[in-house]
């Protein structure tokens, strides 16, 4: 992971090309650019530490990176994934104590914005667009977080594998089901323990759902995965 001083003008057309600073004034704009760091990350590289002080936060312009916590047994649990125009860490910054919820690893090489905390919290304070735009990103993540809780409470274990092959996956006729986490993963994900992960892809090999090709998946037949994932 590399800090770079990079240009103000290159900051300032990164930041211009999200749709959160539309309209926001040049000289807002450069204020806040000057205060940023350009930021080029490698696949592998811790960006973020959970629990520590977050004095930033990072906008994806490039590559993919994941949010995840590391477990007692050492491994991880992955809470999503985000690339290019996703944010990381931009709500926490207004915590009374602002630390970073989570590890962020890259999964690709990239690169982004980092924009200092008082910067940015003074943005908001200028700016009323700014601030709602910012006020909606935390709305959605509310409702989508709730909706992932209400799923995870109210669905089997195999309708939420379902779901997850489904959206994860977006599996398509003849082509490999291109998973973004390993089974442990998703098991942890998913509430569930990877025994029961690794019997309900047996049951759906049996059942021709899928089918395994020198270690690869395939999705059969979609029709009884939507059936689930619809909780029908």
């Known amino acids: ?42 696949a592998g590289d811790t960006l973020f530490s959970e629990g520590q002080a977050a004095t930033s936060c990072l906008l994806v312009c490039e590559g993919s990176v994941q949010g995840l916590r590391y477990t007692a047994d050492g491994g991880d649990k992955v809470f ?4 290019p125009g996703g ?12 630390r970073h919820l989570h590890s962020v690893r890259a999964r690709t090489d990239g690169n982004g914005c980092l924009l200092q905390a008082d910067a940015f919290r ?36 195999e309708e939420r594998l379902a779901e997850y092959v489904l959206r994860a996956g977006k599996p398509q006729a ?21 025994e029961t992960l690794s019997r309900i892809f047996s049951k759906w090999r049996r059942e021709g759902i ?8 395939y999705v059969l037949r979609l029709a009884p995965l939507e059936q689930l994932a619809s909780g029908c």
Not at 210 to 217: C, E, K, P, Q
């Open 122 to 157: 003074q943005l908001c304070l200028d700016d009323a667009r700014f601030a709602c735009r910012v006020m909606t990103h935390a709305a959605n993540l509310v409702r989508h977080h709730t909706d992932q809780i209400d799923w995870l409470t109210s669905s089997s274990a």
């Open 1 to 42: 992971m590399t800090i770079v001083n990079s240009s103000k003008s290159l900051l300032t057309a990164a930041l211009r090309r999200h749709p959160w600073f539309d309209g926001v004034g040049d000289a807002a704009l450069a204020t806040l650019a000057e205060r940023s760091r350009w930021l080029r990350f490698e």
């Open 174 to 194: 003849d082509q490999p089901l291109a998973l973004p986490l390993s089974h442990s993963q998703i098991a942890v994900k998913l509430g569930m323990r990877a």
């Open 210 to 217: 899928i089918a395994s090709r020198r270690g690869t998946l």
């Open 80 to 83: 999503g994934h985000v690339g």
């Open 87 to 98: 944010w990381l860490s931009a709500l926490t910054l207004f915590e009374t104590s602002p």
